[in-house]
């Protein structure tokens, strides 16, 4: 484990360029690859939630002042960005649709991986997951049709949203619940939740390589359209990140906290709202690209920010001051 933690993000950029590699030089395989998604997924997040004590989460519901930094960063500060970047490529409706419809949408399955990389509070932000996950599907019609008009959000379906929510969260959840109250009779259940945290780098890896293979090649075959997004997606994620920050230190919460907000507030719900993309009415063709470019920058800037999070947020006075859960 101290060797991964030592060399995760080496590792990391060696998954997205095998993917890369695996994506644009087998592209057939991408449907393949985008199979393999989900089943990722949920391994990685069931060994995430083997080694978050569900007693924690539980108390997390308590923390009130993270919970609603969170959703008014989220639903408040993010959307006026998030509106004023989507200017740039009003002339596309396809592309703006895109745009809007990844970047309203706050992740709620691995972010909650990159925050514990990051020693982050990774069980305050699965605490917030469903709470973040019905206020997205509330708000983003209404978002949609407040910047763009009626089609885009008439054609949201939010069935995908559901899905996501039951097996990225409901079901590797229960596993892991599972797996901790065998622990507490049974040694070899226990030897099986050391063994999760051992796990988390090489399942990160193997996410990495099917979501970046199962998409690069769509993006090198739109490659005009995509370097117009490409710059929107980086310098949200630079003000996303500034948001998280001031959003946490307004709200004075403890390093943990501040992290996972910072998380909360930087990573979005791109494979979750793919398949809404896909669903789009002809005209609005463009819309599935500009989500998988979105994936693509993010991770990159995920990988980084395991790194880089901890340097802003740091444990030593001066940083963001402990005040525990409310």
Known sequence: ???????????????????????????????????????????????????????????????????????????????????????????????????????????????????????????????????????????????????????????????????????????????????QALARRHRSARVATDASGALMVPLMMVTLVVVIGSQIAAVGGQITAVLRVVPLYTVFLVLAVGVGLLAARSARLDVPGARAVVFSTATRNSLVVLPLALAMPAELALAPLAVVAQTLVELLGMVLLVRLVPVLVPHRPGGIRATGPH
């Open 1 to 179: 484990m101290e060797w991964w933690d030592c060399h995760q993000v080496t590792l990391y950029l060696v998954a997205i360029a095998v993917g890369a590699g695996i994506g644009l030089g087998l592209p057939a395989q991408a449907p393949a690859l985008a199979h393999a998604i989900e089943p990722a997924l949920f391994l990685l997040l069931f060994a995430t939630f083997v080694g978050i004590p569900l007693i924690t989460v539980g108390r997390a519901l308590r923390d009130v002042r993270f919970l609603l930094t969170v959703l008014v960063a989220n639903f408040l500060v993010v959307p006026i960005i998030v509106f004023a970047l989507s200017r740039v490529v009003t002339d596309d409706p396809g592309l703006a649709a895109g745009v809007l419809l990844v970047l309203l949408t706050p992740c709620i399955d691995y972010v909650i991986v990159f925050t514990g990389l990051a020693g982050g509070a990774r069980d305050r932000l699965l605490a917030a997951a469903p709470l973040l996950m019905l206020v997205q599907m509330l708000l983003l019609p209404a978002y949609l049709l407040a910047f763009t008009g009626g089609t885009a959000a008439s054609a949201v379906d939010l069935a995908p949203f559901g899905r996501a929510f039951l097996v990225l969260i409901v079901l590797p959840l229960g596993a892991a619940a599972a797996v």
